[in-house]
């Protein structure tokens, strides 16, 4: 093999190499957005069933009048 065709070789090789490289990162930080997003839809649940259940009781005390605030600022920015 030639000298030049040893170098476009290597050349490929190394280019192969970092587009290798960049999809997996690439692949990888896309399936780490899907997991934050299933967890902050999560939060987002367990928040409102824990309003609801504060909601549903009878006698509501002056900490579940504060909690149920703290968690209707927590949902204002996801909604």
């Known amino acids: 093999m030639s000298q030049q065709a040893k170098l476009v ?6 280019i192969s190499a970092i587009v290798g490289t960049t999809l997996a990162f690439d692949s990888r930080y896309a ?4 997991v934050e997003q299933k967890l902050d839809e999560n ?3 367990m928040l409102k069933l824990r309003l609801l259940e504060i909601n549903l009781k009878e006698q509501q005390s002056p900490a579940d009048e504060a909690l149920k605030q703290y968690i209707k600022q927590e949902l204002a920015p996801n909604e």
């Open 9 to 14: 070789v290597g050349i490929l090789t190394f």
């Open 31 to 34: 399936k780490s957005e899907v």
């Open 43 to 45: 939060y987002s649940k």
